[in-house]
């Protein structure tokens, strides 16, 4: 069965520093991954996923199938990046989505 | 374009209670799906729908019913409320892609 596994639950770091949220998987097919955001207030929305390779608001995530891993990087954290982050494994014929427990990031100034 | 809204936002039941969800969206999108988030947790699905008429189980289905009699809504029913299902649900709705579009939350106390 697929699972999603965020490791961090609550992560702190200072404004300017970099920061990385770790999220690993398994599953048996060819796996789909994405990076999630909730932010205070706001709805979930999608921020990036692993097949446009694109970078969002500085954001990137990089596909490791050795080492079944998705994590999400930034080199230089701002106050506005703090949220509750969500990695998501695209899991079955109705692409639905798998989700991990999530890490709350809190960007410190 | 007001893209998925759940009806109510809020809402506290007694044990025992019936209600349902209303999960609208107005992008065509042929899948919707109903989640619960729960603190630790993350998102868990409940159950969802590949078309108009078509339902299926997800991880957590049980003490929940859902129905998808037109494409652009998603009812999920509580018919006997009990206290594990206080939580915030989640309606999302998907092209097909992966990329899911989600509601504002209904947050269901039972008390």
């Known amino acids: 069965a697929q699972r999603v596994t965020q490791p961090e639950k609550l992560l702190s770091v200072f404004k300017g520093a970099p920061v990385e949220l770790k999220c690993n998987y398994s599953y048996s097919g060819s796996p789909e991954l994405f990076w999630y955001v909730q932010y205070s207030r706001q709805r979930l929305q999608l921020l990036l996923r692993?097949?446009s390779r694109e970078s969002i608001k500085g954001f990137t995530a990089d596909l490791n199938k050795g080492e079944t891993s998705f994590h999400l990087k930034k080199p230089f954290a701002q106050e506005e990046d703090s949220a509750m982050y969500y990695c998501a494994l695209d899991s079955g014929s109705a692409r639905q989505l798998t989700f991990g427990s999530g890490t709350q990031l809190t960007v410190l100034p | 374009n007001a893209g998925v809204t759940q009806t109510p936002k809020f809402r506290v039941l007694k044990t025992g209670q019936s209600m349902t969800l209303l999960c609208a969206q107005d992008m065509n999108h042929e899948y919707m799906y109903w989640y619960r988030q729960d603190p630790g947790m993350g998102l868990r699905l409940i159950h969802y729908?590949?078309?108009?008429?078509?339902?299926a189980k997800g991880e957590v289905p049980d003490g929940y019913n859902v129905s998808r009699l037109k494409k652009q809504n998603f009812l999920l029913g509580l018919e006997s409320a009990a206290p594990s299902q206080t939580s915030v649900y989640f309606c999302?709705?998907?092209?097909?892609?992966?990329?899911?579009?989600f509601g504002q939350g209904t947050r269901l106390t039972v008390v």
């Open positions: 999302a709705s998907s092209p097909g892609t992966g990329n899911a579009f």
């Open positions: 729908s590949v078309g108009e008429g078509t339902t």
């Open positions: 692993h097949i």
